[in-house]
T-cell receptor, first 115, second 111 residues
Framework: DSGVTQTPKHLITATGQRVTLRCSPR?????VYWYQQSLDQGLQFLIQ???????AKGNILERFSAQQFPDLHSELNLSSLELGDSALYFC??????????????FGSGTQLSVL | DAKTTQPNSMESNEEEPVHLPCNHS???????IHWYRQLPSQGPEYVIH???SNVNNRMASLAIAEDRKSSTLILHRATLRDAAVYYC????????????FGKGTKLSVKP
């Protein structure tokens, strides 16, 4: 158990809909990362937050947004869903913004199926 | 971030050592070498990381070439639980901090 909690574990929805994925980082971790994993694209970095502020952006679509709240949990919002958004979404957290030595701890993911 | 090259797949026998290679010929002086693994149906898991010297921890050893253009992750005695995809990642010092995953090496362990 990595200590990172993601909910829900599974989500089935229809095209055009909007969903919210939630992530609770390990106690004391300030950084939260979101990744998308699909069969054809592998693990893709989406976005990082550090202590409530956006720190880095990767291949995140404009239809997707995220935020980190004062209690440090994070939410990834996916809107106008398309079939191609079906994937496993992982959240990870790290203890500090030490880019040289930090280790990322990943949750078990949310499996999103868009029908 | 500099690129890494890993074999797509490798096979090992249970209780034998496994050497997983990674080439990173364009590595820069401040790049750390990180290894993560992903077991089936799980999120990635940190394994080990290093800069110049060889590193050991309870999970594995990391051997880094003197010119740092390649490295090897060593599992001393493979178990069935070590069957996973292993990712070798370069983490640029002073970068934005995100890990960029490649395709990794899928390790199969035979009993």
């Amino acid at each position: 158990d990595s200590g990172v909690t993601q909910t829900p574990k599974h989500l089935i929805t229809a095209t055009g809909q909007r969903v919210t994925l939630r992530c609770s980082p390990r106690s004391g971790d300030l950084s939260v990362y979101w990744y998308q994993q699909s069969l054809d694209q592998g693990l893709q970095f989406l976005i990082q937050y550090y202590n409530g502020e956006e720190r880095a952006k990767g291949n995140i679509l404009e239809r997707f947004s995220a935020q980190q709240f004062p209690d440090l949990h994070s939410e990834l919002n996916l809107s106008s869903l398309e079939l191609g958004d079906s994937a496993l979404y992982f959240c990870a957290s790290s203890v500090a913004d030490d880019r040289w030595n930090e280790k990322l701890f990943f949750g078990s993911g949310t499996q999103l199926s868009v029908l | 971030d500099a690129k890494t090259t890993q074999p797509n797949s490798m096979e090992s026998n249970e209780e034998e050592p496994v050497h997983l290679p990674c080439n990173h010929s364009t590595i820069s002086g401040t790049d750390y070498i990180h290894w993560y693994r992903q077991l089936p149906s799980q999120g990635p898991e940190y394994v080990i990381h290093g800069l110049t010297s060889n590193v050991n921890n309870r999970m594995a050893s990391l051997a880094i070439a003197e010119d740092r253009k390649s490295s090897t992750l060593i599992l001393h005695r493979a178990t069935l639980r070590d069957a996973a995809v292993y990712y070798c990642i370069l983490r640029a010092g002073g970068s934005q901090g995100n890990l960029i995953f490649g395709k990794g090496t899928k390790l199969s362990v035979k009993p």
